[in-house]
């Protein structure tokens, strides 16, 4: 007899396949709030601990303080802008060949 394209089909191996992956999904159903389970805990019952916790200043000896902020216009000068010249290229590097800018 021709073959004439059609597959034989093992239904008993069909079903063992079938039987074995809702086994996998049961016993991965079983074993997920083990290690996952603390994602469903609420976000609030996380952090109730962490409400009562007092924060206490710590103080620091002097040689390990921060020191404070220098403000920038201290220690960087920017002057005015020279008049934009008349391009093709608009403002694309116009500063950059200006000299003493």
């Given at each position: 007899?021709?073959?004439?394209?059609?597959?034989?089909?093992?239904?008993?191996?069909?079903?063992?396949?079938?039987?074995?992956?809702?086994?996998?999904?049961t016993?991965?159903?079983?074993?997920?709030?083990?290690?996952?389970?603390?994602?469903?805990?609420?976000?609030?019952?996380?952090?109730?601990?962490?409400?009562?916790r007092?924060?206490?200043?710590?103080?620091?000896?002097?040689?390990?303080?921060?020191?404070?902020?220098?403000?920038?216009?201290?220690?960087?000068?920017?002057?005015?802008?020279?008049?934009?010249?008349?391009?093709?290229?608009?403002?694309?590097?116009?500063?950059?060949?200006?000299?003493?800018?």
């Open positions: 007899m021709a073959d004439s394209g059609k597959k034989e089909v093992n239904y008993l191996a069909q079903d063992r396949m079938w039987k074995n992956h809702i086994l996998n999904e016993e991965a159903a079983k074993r997920w709030p083990n290690n996952w389970g603390f994602l469903t805990t609420p976000y609030e019952e996380l952090i109730k601990n962490e409400k009562k007092e924060i206490v200043k710590i103080t620091f000896p002097e040689h390990m303080q921060v020191r404070p902020v220098t403000p920038v216009e201290k220690y960087i000068k920017v002057e005015p802008s020279p008049p934009v010249p008349q391009t093709t290229q608009g403002f694309i590097g116009w500063r950059s060949t200006v000299p003493g800018l």
